[in-house]
């Protein structure tokens, strides 16, 4: 292992990355405080976690400082990661031809596609097939605010979306059809949350983890069987991709959807309680056991 790739000393043997709301936060009241047990004991042995979210760097950052999880961050469903310039360098970056910049504190590797990319489309598509969808870039805050149910500064936080756009669905099941064959052509694909469709680059949770991964086994030249295992959590089909690359899958229950249908060949974890709770349950089960 080189220092001018990660001032990390070893590579981690399990990486955490858990959704966010309706995962590691409550659907409704978007607390955390009951995964707190689990957090704790992922911290006392090294583990990180990492907020794997259809949320904004703003938002992750936020949420950063309130739980005091600070560490990689992958936002916008996969749409970019985010890697600590105090724990990664510049040449940690250079991998796999990858796209980065600095943002902030942070160097920024870019899977997705830009929003003024996306915007561009939406407009083409509705002088075409009219104005069958309705997203952030349509909304003022205070529509987004209800949308939500987020505080002001909080929707703010979520309206500075740089490679997506949440809409909610106006038209049928053939038209929205249409709209995804008509966004693959375009190099986009939409994905469906918890509250909305999301409209993006051909990316996605699991992309920016694999890559991490990846860079960790080149930089601390692991094997296979050395490398980092991954513990994946979350509640809805956008984290489909992110629970099938994982080497502990688990699939938290939701109070609006079903548990999402994997097709991975590892054991899935389905948890009983809701949200930050089953986050806790499963976490410690894990834990016990690993």
């Known amino acids: 292992m080189s220092s001018a790739l990660t001032r990390h000393k070893r590579a981690p043997q399990f990486i955490v990355s858990t959704d966010l709301d309706g995962t590691f936060l409550d ?80 160097w920024q590797i870019v ?5 003024p990319l996306i915007t561009q489309f939406i407009q083409q598509w509705r002088l075409q097939n009219g104005h069958l969808l309705e997203g952030y870039s349509d909304w ?20 500075d979306k740089a490679f997506s756009e949440p809409f909610i669905w106006q038209g049928n099941e053939q038209q929205l059809h249409q709209l995804k064959s008509d966004a693959a052509k375009a190099g986009l694909q939409i994905l ?36 980092p295992k991954l513990i994946c959590l979350g509640d809805n089909k956008n984290d489909i991709q992110m629970l099938n690359i994982a080497d502990f899958p688990v699939c938290v229950k939701s109070p609006v959807a079903p548990y ?21 349950e499963a976490i410690q089960s894990i834990i016990e056991q690993h």
């Open 27 to 106: 659907h409704h009241t978007y607390e955390w405080q009951a995964a707190l047990p689990a957090v704790e004991s992922l911290a006392a042995k090294s583990i990180p976690i990492i907020f794997n979210t259809s949320k904004t760097f703003a938002e992750v950052m936020d949420l950063q400082k309130t739980t005091s999880l600070y560490g990689p961050a992958i936002t916008e469903n996969g749409s970019a990661l985010y890697l600590p310039k105090q724990d990664f360098t510049e040449a940690f970056c250079q991998f796999e031809n990858s796209d980065y910049i600095e943002q902030e504190n942070h």
């Open 111 to 115: 899977f997705g596609k830009t929003k």
């Open 140 to 159: 003022t805050i205070e529509k987004i605010m209800q949308m939500t149910d987020l505080p002001q500064a909080k929707a703010q936080q979520s309206a």
């Open 192 to 227: 469906q949350g918890g509250r909305f469709y999301h409209l993006q680059g051909n990316c996605d949770k699991g992309q920016p983890l694999l890559w991490l991964k990846r860079r960790f086994m080149a930089a601390f030249e692991l094997d296979g069987s050395q490398a």
């Open 260 to 280: 999402p249908t994997l097709t991975t060949q590892h054991s899935i974890i389905q948890t009983k309680g809701y949200g930050p709770v089953g986050w806790n």
